[in-house]
């Protein structure tokens, strides 16, 4: 059974930086979608951004374009969300998601994945 287990969650200044990551298990293979959505209170999810992994090609929500950078890493099989210059919106719970789905799913504009992880919170302060 694919688990997905984020990381990196926490407090920050708005203006500060976080990292999160997202190690699947279970997940073989090449060619499958990771992404990330959030959560804000009292909001529907949304995606944040994907990956697909073969080509490493993203996509993001225009929200977070140029503040947040997914990427993964082949050889530890990790996802990665950097997020810089956060802004009190930015508040939310994060979730790494993924799915074996075609690149052309993974970056159109109505991706949804069909495994989860538990969530990570972000909280940005002034």
């Known amino acids: 059974q694919v688990k997905l287990v984020e990381s990196g969650g926490g407090s920050v200044q708005a203006g500060g930086s976080l990292r999160l990551s997202c190690a699947p298990s279970?997940?073989?293979?090449?060619?499958?979608?990771m992404g990330w959505f959030r959560q804000p209170p009292g909001s529907g999810r949304e995606r944040v951004g994907s990956?697909?992994?073969?080509?490493?090609?993203?996509r993001y929500a225009d929200s977070v374009k140029g503040r947040f950078t997914i990427s993964h890493d082949s050889t530890k099989n990790t996802l990665y969300l950097q997020m810089n210059n956060l802004k009190l919106e930015d508040t939310a719970k994060y979730y790494c998601a993924a799915d074996q789905d075609s690149e052309a799913s993974c970056l159109g504009d109505y991706w949804w994945a069909g495994f989860w992880g538990q969530g990570t919170q972000v909280t940005v302060s002034s």
């Open positions: 279970e997940f073989t293979g090449t060619r499958y979608c």
């Open positions: 990956i697909y992994t073969s080509s490493g090609m993203t």
